[in-house]
């Protein structure tokens, strides 16, 4: 009975358009004509990945306050009747109606709907509850974060929601927020998380923008921000920090404006320079053999190049950021960084954040960066690490410092360890292939991936899951132990599966890197006559070690990913999506040989 009197009452105020169909009897269905924030639970007809928010039935009741979901704070000064009803704050601007039965029969609840919506606020749920439970939720909001008014047009609400989307996509694991304003329709807010994009959040257009425009104006860094006004009618980036907790949230914000709107990017990450302390090679899924045979004995050199290359998003920062925290006797190290821009801070070493606006000419760029790693040079380094080795110029200032005796540790984008030298050598960059060929310059090239890696909880065998000539493969031509293998699930479980979105049973990413060191005369050799093939051909026969073996002395990226394949912690079918390749596609080089050197050993 009550849920038909309270059925009515929502259609009393709801717009026509917006009225619930076909609602049963534990939910109503609802679209609203000013829906804020809206979870990612259900697909919307008119925007197939967009979320639909689901407001539940209000005579579900909540008995004690443990039965409520995560909730920040309290809603001030929006209810008449607060003994009767309370109204919590569940972050993104969205609420939680808190009442008694007699609240939601009163006229008091079509009035506190309108002041919610008045406020740009959105419900995502409604439920019963006594006079005593509210009473206890109100004692319990006194030690939490007190949130008066909320009133959507206010700056401190619009900074809130910013920092709510950036704190929210952190604590899922995310690296990007993707937001596109669409003047012209409700603004969708995706986040990528373990290196796949997926739909977040659908705002209103005007609310999404007031955010965007408090967080840019209230919390940029100094003299990060390229404009000193946000607008999304030119393009415009800059850092922004804030502290959600104890935690410093950094964000990387760049905006471009696109037909009906603006399409804006924030790379979100940690802003606490401790926090690269805490993690550590290991963490990113490199060997002990990679670390202590290849890495560590590189970082220990006093010359030479450190190339560490891969694609967009491949992790190339945080690696380096992490080889740099395992130099030996890094503290009584000279380092210094020329960063585009910095990101984060590694303790004890000095950043140069190169300050570049979105319409900077390359140019003007160009003489930034090469006047910062000019003065570097002047400053008795020990180390320098820069971005890119861009042009001539750069390559130049490069091969300067290698030579008067200095690490260089360079970031470059490339997809393979032995590619990347030859780009050094092409005619833009111009490095001279005597200096890269001499073994005392030669210290390390390295191209990394990022390759999903199996929720523990929810993995399926591979028996299960792979047809039999790809099962077929993995053991003849990989000589590789299947029944040590495992596949995603398809779905997730609790423990893997982000709050509000679809699983799939992958979560975290593992590096899977191809490291080239302490080359031989012959590689060098090849380098020095520009000879790829040859230089491809000398340094894949030194693998010495089977692909399930922790070696990884000659091996590629990929037969590192099919390591961690061995070991049960990626899919096999990951790799066709990373690399683009299935297992027939990709040549095994001197098998024999391994095959070979194997049995010696075993004899």
Request: a negative charge; hydrophobic letters at 40%.
């Amino acid at each position: 009975m009550l849920n038909k009197m309270l059925s009515r009452t929502f259609q009393s105020w709801l717009p026509r358009r917006a009225r619930p169909v076909d609602a049963g009897p534990a939910v109503v269905r609802i679209r609203r004509a000013h829906q804020i924030g809206i979870r990612n639970d259900m697909p919307v007809p008119d925007h197939p990945d967009a979320p639909l928010m689901l407001l539940q039935a209000i005579d579900t009741e909540i008995t004690s306050e443990t039965a409520l979901p995560a909730w920040r704070g309290v809603i001030g000064d929006v209810v008449s009747d607060p003994a009767h009803c309370i109204v919590l704050d569940l972050e993104f601007l969205t609420v939680m109606v808190l009442g008694t039965p007699e609240h939601y029969g009163s006229g008091a609840h079509n009035s506190l709907l309108s002041t919610l919506t008045a406020r740009g606020l959105s419900v995502e749920a409604e439920k019963t509850a006594t006079r005593d439970v509210i009473a206890a939720v109100r004692t319990s909001a006194a030690r939490k974060l007190q949130t008066p008014g909320m009133r959507g047009a206010t700056d401190e609400a619009n900074v809130q929601l910013f920092k709510d989307l950036l704190s929210g996509a952190y604590n899922l694991g995310g690296s990007d927020l993707h937001i596109l304003l669409d003047v012209d329709a409700r603004s969708t807010v995706k986040v990528r998380i373990d290196g796949r994009s997926r739909h977040w959040r659908v705002f209103d257009t005007d609310v999404l923008r007031s955010a965007l425009a408090a967080g840019y104006q209230a919390l940029s860094i100094r003299g990060t921000n390229s404009n000193s006004d946000w607008t999304i009618d030119r393009p415009i980036n800059t850092i922004t920090r804030f502290f959600d907790g104890t935690t410093m949230i950094h964000g990387r914000l760049t905006t471009q404006p696109v037909t009906g709107g603006c399409k804006i990017s924030i790379r979100v990450s940690d802003g606490d320079s401790n926090a690269i302390a805490r993690h550590t090679l290991q963490d990113s899924g490199f060997t002990d053999d990679q670390i202590r045979d290849q890495i560590l004995p590189a970082l220990e050199k006093e010359k030479g190049f450190v190339l560490v290359g891969g694609s967009t998003g491949a992790g190339k920062t945080t690696t380096l950021q992490r080889m740099i925290m395992a130099i030996p006797g890094r503290e009584l190290k000279e380092i210094y960084t020329v960063d585009d821009p910095n990101e984060a801070r590694i303790p004890g070493v000095a950043h140069h954040s190169i300050q570049r606006n979105t319409d900077d000419s390359p140019d003007k760029v160009k003489l930034q960066f090469d006047s910062a790693f000019m003065t570097q040079m002047r400053m008795d380094p020990d180390i320098i690490v820069v971005n890119e080795i861009r042009d001539r110029t750069s390559a130049s200032l490069a091969t300067d410092a290698v030579m008067t005796g200095h690490l260089l540790a360079v970031t470059m984008h490339g997809n393979s360890a032995i590619g990347q030298l030859f780009r050094l050598m092409n005619e833009r960059i111009g490095i001279d292939p005597d200096v890269l060929a001499d073994e005392e310059n030669f210290v390390l090239s390295m191209s990394q991936y990022l390759v999903p890696t199996l929720c523990g909880h929810c993995k399926v065998p591979a028996h299960d899951a792979l047809a039999d000539e790809q099962l077929s493969a993995l053991r003849t031509k990989w000589q590789l132990n299947t029944a040590r293998m495992f596949c995603a699930s398809g779905t997730g479980c609790e423990h893997c599966t982000p709050e509000g979105m679809r699983g799939d049973g992958e979560t975290g990413r593992i590096v899977a890197a191809e490291i080239i060191t302490r080359p031989s005369a012959e590689f060098l050799a090849c380098l020095l006559q520009r000879d790829r093939v040859g230089a491809t051909r000398a340094w894949r026969k030194t693998r010495r070690a089977a692909f399930d073996c922790a070696d990884m002395q000659g091996k590629t990226s990929y037969e590192n990913a099919l390591y961690h394949v061995a070991m049960g912690l990626v899919s096999p079918l990951a790799l066709a999506e990373v690399f683009g390749k299935q297992f027939d596609e990709v040549d095994v080089i001197d098998i024999a040989n391994v095959v070979r050197l194997n049995a010696e050993r075993a004899a």
